[in-house]
């Protein structure tokens, strides 16, 4: 099983501030490596597909980075909307796994 | 508007079985696969099932497997999990999501299931 390691857990940050939250894989996965990002009592919402392609409609603030074992997700000036848990995908190996969420808390 | 609704779930005793459904629309439902996602309460997201189009792989989690089994009705453009031999550890908000090109490119709101006597 691939395991995906985030950090950090837990990161309380101010507005217009850049944020980079890492996803560390326990093998190389390519870059088959997504993220997603859920906000209170919603459902997950796909940002960056394979590393680093953005998906449809995600502001351009965020970005993806890394390949093999070693990713990144940045959000450059965050928003208080931004306020959310994130969390990484790998779907290379079988099974899926997920990243255990990095939640950012707007001070 | 890709849609995914999911229905089915509900208070369960352990032993038991639950059918959840996910209605989908705004897509050509037969082309993409399909998976189901869950999240216990408070917790992260586990992937719990995929299945291909015209099912030509189904996969399942270790923790499911022999107990889940996930199907589709291209025709119904539907999309069902059924759950049997549940137990306390299967609570959790199950999300239907859409299969695209290895990402899961849309979720559903989700539909709980509580296994608790």
């Known amino acids: 099983e691939t395991v995906l390691t985030q950090s950090p857990d837990f990161q309380s940050v101010t507005p217009k501030e850049k944020v980079t939250i890492t996803c560390r894989a326990s093998?190389?996965?390519?870059?088959?490596l997504h993220w997603y990002q859920q906000k209170p009592d919603q459902s997950p919402k796909l940002l960056i597909q394979?590393?680093?392609q953005s998906f449809s409609g995600v502001p351009s603030r965020f970005s993806g980075s890394g390949s093999g074992t070693d990713f990144t997700l940045t959000i450059d000036s965050l928003e208080a909307e931004d306020a959310a848990t994130y969390y990484c995908?790998?779907?290379?190996?079988?099974?899926?796994?997920f990243g255990q969420g990095t939640k950012l808390e707007i001070k | 508007e890709v849609q995914l609704v999911e229905s089915g779930g509900g208070l369960v005793k352990p032993g038991g079985s639950l059918s959840l459904s996910c209605a989908a629309s705004?897509?050509?439902?037969?082309?993409?696969?399909m998976n189901w996602v869950r999240q216990a309460p408070g917790k992260g997201l586990e992937w719990v099932s995929s299945?291909?189009?015209?099912?030509?792989?189904?996969l399942y989690a270790d923790s499911v497997k022999g107990r889940f089994t996930i199907s589709r009705d291209d025709a119904k453009n539907s999309l069902s999990l059924q759950m049997n031999s549940l137990r306390a550890e299967d609570t959790a908000l199950y999300y239907c999501?859409?299969?695209?090109?290895?990402?899961?490119?849309?979720w559903g709101q989700g539909t709980l299931v509580t296994v608790s006597s």
């Open positions: 394979f590393a680093s």
């Open positions: 093998q190389s996965i390519g870059n088959k």
């Open positions: 999501t859409r299969g695209n090109n290895s990402t899961n490119d849309y």
């Open positions: 995908h790998q779907y290379h190996t079988l099974p899926r796994t």
């Open positions: 705004g897509f050509a439902f037969s082309s993409y696969s």
């Open positions: 299945i291909s189009s015209s099912s030509t792989y189904i």
